[in-house]
């Protein structure tokens, strides 16, 4: 049976600075992805921003280092042997300097499929097949605080419609998730009278997010 996990010691971090672009000219589809990239300086454990046509599963997605040498690295749990062929791409490091410290709450939407029909004059009943998920959005609610940095970074970055990579680790040691995404963040205060007073962002994910045990 699989351990529950707490809405509970939740550090949420945001993308306070990413590297210049780092041209990548091949990634392997074996179970384990590695990248070949000239002279990228990475370390085990970096965090990289990838934009990669042809092999569209990697596409925008935010993913941890490993196995480095001069000229490649892995990408830590991802197995790509059954994704499209690698055309061309960039990688970006990544650096989670902004921490997010005022949610009270959280919710996902999104995510829902949809539905192709492949029914043929031969059936006798419709079928149907997964096509594309809607985008997915995270909506958190934060106690307002204007001399907040982790609210004025979202501000900046939603005034200035800029992406940015988040990550989400449940306890210490505990699971995390990677995705880069847009914030729509205006600082407007909200409640009831009488009760604590708070400011609403909505988080939308671009490409899919990137899931590690710890």
Not at 68 to 94: M, Y
Request: with cysteine; net charge negative; aromatic share 8%.
């Amino acid at each position: 049976m699989a351990n529950a996990v707490v809405w509970k010691n939740v550090n949420v971090s945001m993308q306070s600075a990413i590297a210049a672009a780092k041209t990548i000219t091949s990634i392997s589809q074996a179970a384990t992805a590695v990248v070949q990239c000239t002279a990228h300086g990475y370390a085990n454990g970096d965090i990289v921003y990838l934009e990669v046509q042809g092999m569209r599963q990697l596409n925008e997605k935010a993913c941890r280092v490993a196995s480095v040498a001069t000229d490649s690295f892995s990408l830590e749990g991802i197995n790509s042997t059954d994704f499209d062929a690698f055309t061309s791409g960039t990688a970006q490091k990544v650096t989670l300097g902004t921490s997010i410290s005022t949610a009270t709450s959280i919710s996902a939407s999104g995510g829902e499929f949809d539905m192709i029909d492949t029914t043929t004059i031969h059936d006798n009943a419709r079928s149907q097949m997964p096509g594309l998920p809607s985008a997915i959005s995270f909506t958190m609610e934060h106690l307002w605080d204007v001399s907040n940095d982790g609210q004025a970074a979202m501000k900046l970055a939603s005034d200035n419609q800029d992406r940015r990579v988040f990550k989400f680790q449940f306890g210490s040691g505990g699971k995390i998730i990677y995705f880069a995404g847009y914030v729509g963040f205006t600082g407007l205060p909200g409640g009831q009278a009488q009760d604590k007073v708070t400011t609403s962002c909505v988080i939308t994910m671009n490409g899919t997010p990137t899931y590690y045990a710890s």
